[in-house]
């Protein structure tokens, strides 16, 4: 049988180390089966969350290798085994312990965000009706698994730590799921250029590079929604007829 | 003494999958104050696997579809064992329950003239299933966390409930630890609600994920509340086989239901040679007319593939067991042929199927456009689970409610696909009303700190075992493989008398399960934990199934392979007797009233 060796950050009271471990490969095998076994043979203790181990829950999101990625779809196969692999939390969120991290600030972020407001129903039944090709662009953002792969990987929470001004890529992709809504009626352009700090966001693309779900954050998401913004806020014509309404 | 910081609720919801979410929300906004206790992180329960739809009698697609068509079709996926009042509640209810998630912003795919579409499915006569291509779980435990979070509902995440509490007779509260830093701490609530999911963990190939441990089957029945119908497991017919870190991951339904075919080696479409009795009137039995079916030609029967979960499962056995598997012992699911038939299917396909592509395309190199997948039967749900009152869902137990998987009664012998969504709106929505009526009228009593305490002590025991004792992860995995081989798909008298058994040295074993680290988000520590569950629900699962001399729905016995009159008047329920062993005896089937059965009888023409 194939070995594999590990490199996984386990943490200890100065923060953590990497530890080296054997993995024997199995074929189809993923980064979570090996991570699995090891904990079942090696290190019960070892750390690690997870649920649907199918791509669907975004539980098991971590860094392999330096790539975030979750550890349930990043099979071995395409990882180079002559050396080997690291895998370490999710870099931009407070350690809990070896794989887990706190994510508790994403749930925050969420209650900020003005909830879905529907027009009044399209049918005396009550009901709506919305054409296909409508929905798709939201149906694209409500994708998303919150795996925070995205909020991960974006240099202004990871690097530059505002966490208290920039909503991030997620809830930027969760705000336009519901600004694009054909029946949401409420407004939030306001908050995503003053509390939401969309306009941080310099369209790197980093996000949508790491998204497993391959929502497309940067194109779809995010840009129509700095679009909104200016021609809300910085239209010369619109700022021009404010000033005399005003 | 191990101190623990203490909650006071009116309604303590335990789950946050699709029905703890919506009894939390129900309870929430009938004005008491609502604790909801997940175990893993908001938003990732296993509801998020659901895949095909929410089945509800919109008649969006058919107009022929009715609350009584989904009854009658309910009752006889169930083989007539379910209860009928929860049947006809939740063919009554799911439309709405399913209009209200729309207007809470859910985004279904859509019909051409604007309205929620609905797809087919195993057992369900007409489209019937509301959808988000193949992601509805996703869609709908999406849509109910974003709901409840804006009520203000306070969420305990990751935190797992070791002891329900018991006092005059009535549930006063539970006791368990949070992960992240393993302290303990005492809920209290005048009434409690479990919507804690299925057990599916209990085998080696399974859907479901680490949580599925039967953790509130296990709370209530050591409470001392009933459950029912555990014999009743739902083996999915297809789940992936190949590679073997994937095997027991779902393949929807909706596979097929968009139009898929089983093939064994030989190229042969084997559904064709077994059609069960009660479906012969309404099944195709020729390839063309199947097709049409799917199609949505409302003049053709649907095609084999399309029975009912367990009746196709066992098809897929008995071919796997003649030889004419597929190389992995499984057989060929392919919706690659539909290009023959379809212009654009590649599309098609990637549109209606897109996270079933993704995921054989990723975890098994398999381009679902053009090649059939490789499938196998998986563990995926369990029909029994807490007895509970149909209409107020409240258990044996006063104040204890249960809703959704852990929840007995809608499903009977066997759950149509697409049921369980619906289920989890319906009877979520009762529980949660009901449990803030039951807090409204009595007032909580109060939870016996001497029982916490107890129960503390027992959770912590594995720590105090020395190096070299048994480990968690071993016992757990003994437990799955003997449960997979000896009260599997196919059963017998001497296996299972061989099975529980075993569950007792198993037990011994888990007993003696000790653990190194401390109590910070400690995997061995949880993994002993939720084994004492597993055990519990699996020998319950192996009585009933003891108990029940005949086949019926997703119990096959070898021994009896046919189902018998005289069981079909009763239901099997155990409980813990006095001296703590496992009460196995049968209760009546209540009388279904006569315009019920008439609904039966007008829908099987």
Known sequence: ?246 | MTSFETFNYDVLVIGAGGAGLRAAIEASAAGVKVGLICKSLLGKAHTVMAEGGVAAALANVDDRDSWKVHFADTMRGGQYVNNWRMAELHAKEAPDRVRELEAWGAVFDRTKDGRILQRNFGGHRYPRLAHVGDRTGLELIRTLQDQGVHRGLDVHMEFTVVSLLVSDGRASGVIGYERERGRFKLFTAAAIVLATGGAGRAYRITSNSWEGTGDGHALAYRAGAELMDMEFIQFHPTGMIWPPSVQGILVTEGVRGEGGILLNREGRRFMFDDIPEPYRNQTADNEDEGWRYTQGDKSARRPPELLTRDHVARCIMREVKAGRGSPHGGVFLDIAWIKKRLSGAEAHIKRKLPSMYHQFKELGDIDITREPMEVGPTTHYIMGGIRVDADTQMSTVPGLFAAGECAAGINGANRLGGNSLSDLLVFGKRAGEFAAAFAKEHPAVAADAAQAQRAIDEALQPFARPAGSENPFTVQAALQDMMQSLVGIVRTESEMQQAVRELAALSARAARAGITGHREYNPGWHTAIDLRNLLAVSEAIARSALERKESRGGHFREDFPDKSPEYATFNIVTRRAADGTMDVRRVPLPPMPAELKQIIEDQKA
């Not at chain 1, 991960?152 to 799921?177: E, N, Q, S, W």
């Open chain 1, 1 to 246: 049988m194939t070995k594999a060796a590990f490199k996984v950050w386990r943490s200890d009271e100065a923060g953590g180390h990497y530890r080296d471990y054997g993995v024997d490969v199995v074929p189809g095998m993923v980064v979570l089966d090996a991570i699995h076994q090891i904990q079942a043979t090696q290190a019960p203790d070892l750390a690690v969350r997870w649920n649907c181990k199918a791509g669907k829950c975004g539980s098991c999101s971590a860094e392999i290798n330096g790539n975030p990625k979750l550890m349930c779809m990043t099979r071995l196969n395409t990882l180079d085994l002559l050396a080997p692999v690291t895998v370490e939390p999710m870099r931009a969120f407070p350690l809990i312990k070896d794989l887990v991290t706190d994510v508790s600030w994403n749930f925050r972020v969420k209650t900020t965000i003005a909830p879905f407001r529907p027009r009044p129903a399209d049918a005396p039944d009550g009901t709506w009706r919305m054409r296909q090709q409508d929905v798709d662009r939201v149906q694209e953002f409500r994708k998303c698994i919150e795996c925070f792969l995205c909020q991960d990987v974006c240099h202004i929470l990871r690097d530059h730590k505002m966490h208290d001004r920039f909503i991030g890529p997620r809830f930027i992709t969760y705000a336009a799921a519901l600004e694009m809504h054909p029946l949401d009626a409420a407004d939030r352009v306001p908050e995503l250029k003053e509390q939401h700090g969309i306009g941080y966001c310099n369209i790197t693309r980093c996000c949508t590079k790491v998204c497993p779900e391959h929502i497309t954050i940067t194109e779809n998401a995010i840009i129509p929604l700095k679009e909104r913004v200016v021609d809300r806020f910085y239209d010369p014509l619109t700022r021009l007829l404010r000033v005399f309404k005003s």
